[in-house]
């Protein structure tokens, strides 16, 4: 199993499956961004969703990708600018799906 598996099933009881999406509320979200800096996971994005009783809806202006070439500084420390990413949204109704990358080395 990898790290990225330990990662997932370690935060199974704390996420909402969705049409193939894992999300996580935003406190929820920062908990797992730190398990990702402790495991050297990187963040590559995170992208925010409304969740409805018959489907979800992203919501692309609470979302952030920081592998393209505008965000590429913030992918060094991926894990500090998720937070603060994060916890500007705490409090609000969004969930939230985080793309992992390799381990970092």
Not at 7 to 18: C, I, P, T, V, W
Request: glycine share 6%; proline share 3%.
């Amino acid at each position: 199993m990898t790290r990225r598996d330990n990662l997932q099933n370690g935060f199974a009881e704390r996420r909402l499956q969705r049409f193939g999406l894992q999300l996580y509320r935003a406190i929820d979200a920062i908990d797992f961004v730190r398990r990702c800096r402790h495991l050297r996971l990187r963040i590559l994005g995170i992208d925010a969703f409304l969740v409805f009783p018959n489907g979800v809806q992203p919501v692309m202006e609470h979302s952030i990708d920081f592998s393209s070439e505008g965000n590429i500084d913030l992918l060094n420390d991926s894990w500090s600018a998720a937070e603060r990413f994060l916890s500007e949204r705490d409090g609000t109704s969004l969930f939230f799906e985080i793309v992992v990358d390799s381990p970092a080395v």
